[in-house]
């Protein structure tokens, strides 16, 4: 099939939820297998997914000595399970039940000789069916699941722009297959009070982990508008943050989420998509930046400082 590109797609998530909520519980169950491989590291950076030149995958996971990959081609609409020693095993990604898809995925690992074992229930969500009971979410569209690639691919592209501009601890621009956003957190070095936890299906201790730190984190998700939504918030919030001016006008804080929110059909519809997510993204970081009292100086550089050297 290949891939036809299209510059910030539009995609009503009224649309696509059915797809949407059964691809989430799919990234659940591919999301825990690298959970339950990976080393720990700071924040959960073992576990997110990342956008692909086909979809998302979740780069190299050990196995013992050995290494595989799984990547959710969106493209060819194929789950596709990579070991190292060259062995490939597929899955084709169609209209099916979370428990089918999960039997399948951990058939297809068991014939690479890869057993691994996984705690068999979604998180950050509610209800948790366990996965071999989920005949719920059964829903598939591959033209759906493709703009939503697509989304991400535009989302990743200027998330990764901007963090570019950031030399301090900076995370990865990932997908966090819990509550299923794309998201880039910068932090100021500081510790944070400790985070009281509250998401549903997981333990608070794993909401102390992420949040140990002080910081400001954006990203993209796939609901929060008509057509998503871009995201950003501070922890802990300053004083004076919800009432920070935010570009694009489009833009607002929600007191509910406790962030500020631009919809994602805002900024594709603007003159410069680009510029307004940008502009988005980099006011909200001021806000958190100068009313959290960040040292900026010491966090921030021009990633084009090289490009003319002397």
Known sequence: MGCAMEEWPSLRVAEWSPTRDTLHMWAQVVGKVRLAQAPMVNHWWQVPLYVSAQGLTTSAIPYGRRVFDIEFDLCDHLLRIRAGDGRVRDIALEAMPVAVFYTETMNALHELGLDVRIRPRPNEVEPAIPFAEDYQHCSYDPAQAHLFWLQLVQAHRVLSEFRSYFIGKVSPVHLFWGAMDLACTRFSGRT??????????????????????????????????????????????PEGYADFPVRPQAASYNA??????????????????????????????????????????SLEDDPNRWAHPH
């Not at 984190?217 to 929060?224: I, K, N, T, V």
């Not at 003159?271 to 959290?292: H, I």
């Open 256 to 297: 509910d989420l406790g962030e500020f929110v631009l919809p994602y059909e805002a900024a594709r519809t603007a003159n410069d998509p680009d510029r307004a997510v940008l502009d988005f993204l980099q006011d909200t970081y001021t806000a958190a930046a100068d009313l959290g009292r960040w040292d900026r100086e």
């Open 192 to 237: 944070a009070p400790k985070h009281p936890g509250g998401a549903p299906n997981v333990g608070d201790w794993v909401m102390v982990e992420g949040y140990s730190h002080e910081l400001s984190s954006c990203g993209f998700f796939p609901g929060g508008g008509e057509e998503g939504a871009f995201y950003s918030y501070a922890y802990p919030e």
